[in-house]
């Protein structure tokens, strides 16, 4: 079993930048970024097969967010610029255990373990 554990989150007016992190042991295929605003569905954002590194970006972040992982680590980035209100939410980790797949994904359900979260606070 893979526990991640996300840390990074905190408050930043928009256009500012944050950086996330998370913990994972255990071996993966592929490792993403989720988060949730109230009132709305969990949206995947980032993902990274950690086996290639080839990452895939929700388009409403693209250009913005950078995922990256450190192996040594085993811990992943997301680095966060330009934030914008909208982005605010709570930041899930989830990790997706050792398989064979060559892309990764931002379908949740595809994800088998989940960190608790970290808070992001983007105000305008």
């Known amino acids: 079993q893979v526990q991640p554990v996300e840390s990074g989150g905190g408050s930043v007016q928009a256009e500012g930048s944050l950086r996330l992190s998370c913990v994972a042991s255990?071996?993966?295929?592929?490792m993403g970024w989720f988060r949730q605003a109230p009132g709305k569905e969990r949206e995947g954002v980032a993902c990274?097969?950690?086996?290639?590194?080839?990452?895939f970006y929700a388009d409403s972040v693209k250009g913005r967010f950078t995922i990256s992982q450190d192996n040594a680590k085993n811990t992943l980035h997301l680095q966060m610029n330009s934030l914008k209100p909208e982005d605010a939410g709570t930041y899930y980790c989830?990790?997706?255990?050792?398989?064979?797949?060559?892309?990764?994904?931002?379908?949740?359900?595809?994800?088998?373990?989940w960190g608790q979260g970290t808070q992001v606070t983007v105000s305008s």
């Open positions: 990274i097969n950690t086996r290639n590194g080839r990452p």
């Open positions: 255990g071996s993966t295929n592929y």
């Open positions: 989830a990790a997706r255990r050792a398989s064979t797949y060559l892309s990764c994904s931002l379908r949740a359900d595809t994800y088998n373990d």
